[in-house]
């Protein structure tokens, strides 16, 4: 890792050496550079110490274009300005392709791939790669995208059927709130510059008359610049981030109802098209990334969850790894137009033609499965719970029990022997903090191996928990460090229909089975994408290797203000008793209180726990975390809850299971609506509050009368904890608004 991250450094340090020198000595460098002697053209970009397999790639491309650029030149140096220019420009970009061939040598696809690359830029003519099976991610690929579909699926589902009630126009915290106020911060920034340009107008001595600064001025100041800096870059969030949201184009922000339901309808399309299909282009994958930020935006702590940010970097990775238009699976691949023809005629390769999937994005989505596992890691191993340290090592006695949602077999989990549960939490470190090490190696079956104990962790996380879609998305970029031959080779046929099926795939591993698999070169824009999208992930990153590494780690955060790249956690702290918040109301202040209750949040001590994963309930979770925070302070939504239940509102009732008022207030002694209107107002919820309970799973082996009693067992034991909000008396309606002004 500190090798890698060392050659990442360099090729930062190439690009601003190179950025901040002067123009004709960057030339002389680059004359210089060209036209040393081979056995001196290995220093040059390279520090001593250095492998020689990679310094020998290095060589060879400098020995090409040295050959070329004698061969073309030797009459004068000035004979070809053209020439000279392309060269010098591979000659600058020679350490960063170094840089990348040390990190990647033994990717067989890298060095194929950048070897062509620049043979093509100095020769026309065209440049076929037969590719190795194993170096084959075009199934891979498919998988890959299958899966981020599913994904999708539920992450829209979810927005579908519950954003009204969290962030739409009478929810529980409305997304205009948000947008109103990212909007006052933009004014105030654009009064602010308005300001400083008056102003600067009486310093003309400070202005440059450099050309290209004139010219960068002009452009800053002009129309379109204004617009995008006041519509967008000016209006951000609390923490001056720009707020990405197609919200912004909603005419009337207090109807946004509709605009939420159309984004997850429309979401729900593209991610049905992406599983249907197996394929995607870069329209379809901005759109999924537009649409799940533009929830993240407005979604205040409905979507503060690691997984969110999760979901749009991985999207954004996955930007990279389609065509642009073109939704062909097997793209640049001439089967299309061949049909079956091409099986028959072409044999071993019938499929001919396929561009390879870029190599760099693929090791980019390696590692950013790596920082996700290694930081939830970390948050343990530096965490002050001792029931993660050695010595005690306790966590998984209570990690079931406590888990914001229980399903059906959390329970059976929790009652396994201690010793197990030891076994648990050495496993989880060692999956956490030396497996992912594997997924960076250079060897095909260290990956392979690292892949599976990924996904296998991720799946027995399922079983034990309704994690929401979380370990599902972390799944997905574990499938690629599994390539083509190992699916097919691995996968039962009807597997390989379900999974991989297209109209195109039968031919496709046909032709893997034969052991020859023909890719054409990419055209050349698409390795540069490639390694501009490397270098500017490697750059991000950095601020991520810095928080791993250090002593107090943070989690769920990220570093740029786009939020590109972030660093991930889970669980550093492990509570040992399970708090619930329950939440009850009457119509008188005597009683009897009514309880509410939630769709898979502990409550009735006889509902037993569902299977939802990969759909969740965002405010069964977020009652949870209240629960773990402490005071009502830090979890003032909570207050706008109350609100919204007393006041029966119909979009926030949905998100519960039932309303506990509404069979009395719609049935009452029989009468009918409309002859009983006085009298639904005496049964209206007037009073509520909140109280804490500890609850924990029932033991039939511990409960004496058990037999005795002969009922139903319960599935939870609780015990009243005390009051949480308020402390002393109750809330009404108006005292719950007058607090919501004050916030």
């Keep these: 890792l500190q090798v890698t991250l060392g050659q990442l450094l360099l090729v930062i340090f190439s690009l601003s050496t190179h950025a901040f020198t002067a123009r004709p000595h960057a030339r002389n460098i680059s004359g210089r550079m060209i036209n040393m002697p081979p056995e001196k053209q290995v220093g040059v970009g390279y520090h001593h110490g250095q492998s020689s397999s990679s310094s020998l790639i290095g060589m060879q491309i400098i020995d090409s274009l040295n050959s070329r650029y004698r061969s073309k030149n030797r009459c004068s140096v000035r004979k070809s300005r053209k020439t000279t220019l392309r060269t010098k420009s591979l000659a600058f970009f020679t350490p960063i392709i170094a840089s990348l061939l040390m990190a990647f040598k033994p990717a067989s696809a890298a060095s194929n791939t950048i070897l062509s690359s620049a043979s093509k830029l100095l020769d026309s003519s065209p440049v076929t790669i037969i590719t190795n099976p194993t170096s084959s991610y075009i199934l891979t690929r498919i998988l890959f995208l299958r899966f981020l ?118 979401g729900l399309l593209l991610s049905t098209i992406m599983f249907a299909t197996g394929s995607a282009n870069v329209l379809l994958m901005l759109g999924l990334w537009l649409i799940q930020r533009s929830f993240m935006s407005v979604g205040g702590q409905f979507y503060g969850y690691g997984w969110e940010p999760q979901l749009a970097e991985l999207t954004f990775h996955a930007l ?97 022997p201690k010793v197990w549960h030891r076994f648990e939490v050495y496993s989880n470190h060692f999956v956490e903090l030396v497996a992912p090490f594997l997924l960076l190696m250079p ?115 990220s570093f740029d203000r786009l939020r590109l790249c972030g660093t991930y956690g889970a669980f550093g702290v492990v509570a040992e008793q399970r708090e619930e918040l329950i939440i009850e109301s009457a119509n008188d202040i005597k009683g009897p209180w009514k309880e509410y209750h939630f769709k898979v949040k502990a409550g009735d001590v006889h509902k037993r726990p569902r299977w939802i994963s990969p759909y969740h309930h965002r405010l069964d979770w977020q009652m949870w975390i209240a629960s773990q925070s402490g005071r009502v302070e830090r979890s003032q939504w909570l207050i706008s809850l109350l609100l919204k239940l007393l006041r029966q509102e119909k979009d926030v009732i949905n998100l519960i299971e039932s309303d506990p008022w509404k069979p009395m207030s719609a049935n009452n002694d029989g009468k009918s609506p409309e002859s009983h209107t006085e009298d639904n107002s005496s049964v209206s919820p007037k009073y509520i509050r909140i109280e804490k309970y500890r609850y924990k799973f029932y033991d039939r082996k511990k409960d004496d009368n058990a037999n005795i009693r002969g009922e139903k067992s319960p599935y939870w034991v609780r015990e009243r904890v005390g009051r949480y909000f308020p402390m002393q008396g109750v809330m009404t309606a108006d005292m719950l608004e007058e607090l919501m002004n004050e916030q």
């Design 149 to 266: 579909a599913i994904v999708y699926t539920a992450a829209f589902s979810v927005a579908k059927f519950q954003n009204k009630g969290l962030i739409g126009d009478r929810g529980i915290t409305p997304a205009r709130n948000v947008l109103n106020a990212a909007e006052l911060r933009g004014e105030a920034k654009s009064t602010r510059r308005k300001e400083w340009l008056e102003e600067r107008k009486n310093y003309n001595s400070t202005q440059s008359n450099n050309f290209l600064d004139k010219c960068k001025n002009k452009f800053l100041c002009s129309t379109p610049a204004n617009i995008f800096r006041d519509k967008f870059w000016y209006r951000t969030d609390r923490m001056d981030r720009p707020l990405i949201t197609l919200l912004w184009f909603a005419r009337d922000r207090n109807n946004l109802n509709s605009w939420l339901d159309g984004l997850a309808n429309v």
């Design 320 to 416: 990279f790894l389609v065509p642009l238009l073109s939704m062909n699976p097997f793209f640049g691949s001439n089967i299309a137009a061949a049909g079956g023809a091409a099986t028959a005629t072409a044999g071993a390769g019938s499929i001919m033609g396929a561009f390879p999937v870029p190599i760099l994005v693929i090791w980019a989505i390696r590692w950013y499965l790596f920082k996700i596992m290694v930081g939830a890691g970390l948050i343990k191993a530096k965490s002050s719970d001792r029931k993660w340290k050695l010595g005690d090592m306790s966590a998984m006695d209570y990690f079931y029990e406590t888990q914001p949602v229980p399903n059906p077999f959390t329970k059976y989990f929790h009652f396994m």
């Design 443 to 557: 060897f095909r079956s260290w990956r392979l191996a690292g892949g599976l104990v990924q996904i296998m962790f991720q799946l027995v996380l399922i079983s034990s928990g309704n994690l929401s879609f979380l370990n599902w998305l972390t799944i997905v970029p574990a499938i690629f460090c599994l390539d083509d031959a190992f699916l097919v080779n691995n996968l039962s046929p009807l597997a390989q229909k379900i999974a991989l099926g297209t109209p195109m795939t039968q031919s496709y591993i046909q032709s893997i089975t034969a052991g020859a698999v023909s890719c054409r070169q990419a055209p050349m824009i698409i390795p540069i994408i490639s390694i501009a999208f490397f270098l500017l992930m490697a750059k991000l990153n950095l601020n991520v290797v810095r928080n791993l590494l250090a002593r107090r780690q943070i989690m769920n955060a």
